[in-house]
């Protein structure tokens, strides 16, 4: 399946799809009250089903692989490291995955950016492990699963003068 390579990247980092799915249950099932988790899984799997997001994916958990292992050249090494707020490649790598889905995926992403529920949280505490770019990726995404169902929902309806085939 397309999306099983970046599946295991995620599961050698710690994180299953279902925490990403779940993520995604808890941004939209406030706006659709028959989302189901099902659902959302299957959307987090047509986002990594992208081969766009799939490459974002890999360079940026290959970064975090290389500063556990001490290899980075300096200062990239120490500001990995130190988890320096001010670098943002993190969240700027992050929001190529967000991108395809418009406006809604990146308000998504500054939201679970700021909140960092569930999963994405859990990233940061982790003694020994630096993840520094697969937090921002998996709130990428979230948020990119979350507003690929938006779309989905709102562009099943139909408005006067609109057919809903456009
Ligand atoms: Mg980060």
Redesign the pocket.
Known sequence: MSYQLAADMLERRGVTLASIAEIVYILQSAYYSDLTHEECLASVKAVLGKREVQYTLMTGVALDELAEQGVLPQPLQAVMEA?ESLYGA??TLALGITGVYGMIGLTGFGYLDKIKLGIIGKLNDQEGRIH??L??LVAGIAAAASARIAHRHEGARVYPHHTGTE
């Open positions: 988890d993190d969240e520094v770019f937090d921002d």
